[in-house]
């Protein structure tokens, strides 16, 4: 039984978001499905696990209903278990990226939407234009569009900290990309906001052009949250390039793994052959050694006869 992994998200006024969260619980249960939703008043945000017929019957279902008639749904294969459980929950956005700006709403200003074949067509042509990666930093370390401009910040939230980097493109053609586009619908508008004169969003993400062009143009593989980590189309092709790097070593790599010191779990690239034989992974020397030394603290803190010192 195959299963397929379903992203999409949409701006809209979800006027009882408690009630919105109630009805998407009962069908993804009816229909077995996994995965996160975040539901908010100004729309939802969704990446579900279901067998084929069951995807297919939620997305016939919701294309069903007033307003989402002309929502863009993404696929791509899935494992089924890509998802522990089903988490569908209320929040005040749909993606965490409070700018400082109460008045930034997508469905009143946002980059002009451009296609994938569009892209893909003033890649190849003499067209000046840059794009933007809006990804966070680690995400970004894995795959990205060949030429782009690789922002560093390690939440969303801190995009307003790398604007001076993108000063100098006030007055180019600037294209904002992001897996799957709804982190560009507000990055692209914060953009105008500040002045930028024209700004592009790549319309359904990084996904979408990696389908319709596999390994052209984005290099290395789509960080994606859930279980796989990494996707990517046709990746045993020839053509298809490794550009992460282990952070260690500096061999290529594209293996994930959380820094096991406690105090830090940064997601970081590191290749089998740097992995601890204890099966271990540190981010640096100084997490490593927190770690060797954390039950001496404690025991320092609590004392040999069990009393606070």
């Given at each position: ?27 993804c249960k ?9 539901i908010a ?8 696990e279901g ?8 997305c ?11 929502i ?8 089924g ?11 005040p ?5 409070h ?6 709403d997508?469905?009143?200003t946002?980059?002009?939407y451009?296609?994938?074949e ?8 003499d ?6 990666d809006?990804?966070?930093d680690y995400?970004h ?12 910040f ?10 001076p ?15 799957g ?7 692209s508008?914060?953009?105008?906001k500040?002045?930028?004169?024209d700004?592009?969003?790549?319309f ?5 052009y990696?389908?319709?062009?596999p390994n ?12 796989r980590?990494?996707m990517?189309?046709?990746v ?8 992460g ?13 959380n820094?096991?010191y406690?105090?830090c ?11 601890e ?15 060797y030394?954390?039950?001496f603290?404690?025991?320092f803190r ?5 009393k606070?010192?």
């Amino acid at each position: 039984m195959s299963h397929q992994i379903l992203l999409f998200y949409k701006y809209i006024d979800i006027p009882d978001t408690y009630e919105e969260r109630m009805i998407q619980t009962k069908k993804c249960k009816e229909l077995g499905l996994t995965g996160r939703m975040i539901i908010a008043f100004e729309g939802l945000n969704a990446t579900f696990e279901g067998t084929d017929e069951n995807i297919k019957l939620y997305c016939d279902w919701l294309i069903a209903r007033t307003g989402f008639e002309d929502i863009h749904l993404k696929f791509s294969q899935g494992t089924g278990q890509s998802f522990p459980k089903l988490s569908i929950k209320e929040r005040p956005e749909i993606v965490s990226a409070h700018l400082g700006r109460e008045d930034l709403d997508p469905r009143e200003t946002t980059g002009k939407y451009l296609t994938a074949e569009e892209l893909h067509e003033w890649i190849n042509s003499d067209k000046e234009f840059y794009i933007v990666d809006m990804r966070n930093d680690y995400e970004h370390s894995v795959g990205h569009f060949a030429g782009s401009i690789l922002p560093k910040f390690e939440n969303f939230r801190d995009l307003g900290k790398i604007l001076p980097e993108l000063e100098h493109l006030k007055d180019k053609t600037v294209v904002t990309v992001c897996t799957g586009g709804v982190r560009c619908e507000k990055a692209s508008g914060f953009l105008v906001k500040q002045g930028f004169k024209d700004i592009y969003q790549l319309f359904g993400g990084i996904v979408t052009y990696m389908e319709k062009y596999p390994n052209q143009d984005f290099k290395g593989k789509l960080y994606v949250f859930d279980q796989r980590i990494t996707m990517g189309f046709n990746v045993t092709a020839p053509e298809h390039e490794v550009i992460g790097r282990c952070q260690k070593c500096e061999a290529k790599s594209e293996r994930f793994v959380n820094c096991s010191y406690n105090g830090c779990h940064k997601h970081f690239i590191c290749c089998e052959n740097c992995a601890e034989t204890s099966g271990k992974s540190y981010c640096t020397t100084e997490c490593k050694y927190s770690d060797y030394y954390e039950p001496f603290r404690h025991q320092f803190r609590i004392g040999l006869l069990g009393k606070q010192v």
